[in-house]
């Protein structure tokens, strides 16, 4: 099992920024791809980033490419989402996940932070 817990969520002004953090316990953290994900209210759940299990390459959902950078820390178990130019429509709750190399489902899930964007 790998257990996951965000951090970093707020209410931040629009064109602000915000770092979330995901530290995972349980299982070795390295050979697992971080990916995360953000659901607002009356939507489905959706892809906003994802990194390799050594950071080597990443994906980004187009609404937040060229604002949001994911990085992982190996040593300190521990994924991250810096974004910058926050807009309102990033209001969302925004969940970490984890999945094995091997598959193309994420596994692990975390509980979630909650992002507000004001405009």
């Known amino acids: 099992q790998v257990q996951l817990v965000e951090s970093g969520g707020g209410l931040v002004q629009a064109g602000g920024s915000l770092r979330l953090s995901c530290v995972t316990s349980?299982?070795?953290?390295?050979?697992?791809?971080m990916g995360w994900f953000r659901q607002a209210p009356g939507k489905e759940r959706e892809f906003v980033a994802s990194?390799?299990?050594?950071?080597?390459?990443?994906n980004y959902a187009d609404s937040v490419k060229g604002r949001c950078t994911i990085s992982r820390d190996n040593a300190k178990n521990t994924v991250y989402l810096q974004m910058n130019s926050l807009r309102p429509e990033d209001t969302a709750v925004y969940y970490c996940?984890?999945?094995?190399?091997?598959?193309?489902?994420?596994?692990?899930w975390g509980q979630g932070t909650q992002v507000t964007v004001s405009s």
């Open positions: 996940a984890a999945r094995s190399v091997l598959k193309s489902a994420y596994d692990y």
């Open positions: 990194i390799s299990w050594n950071g080597g390459g990443s």
């Open positions: 349980g299982r070795t953290f390295s050979p697992y791809v």
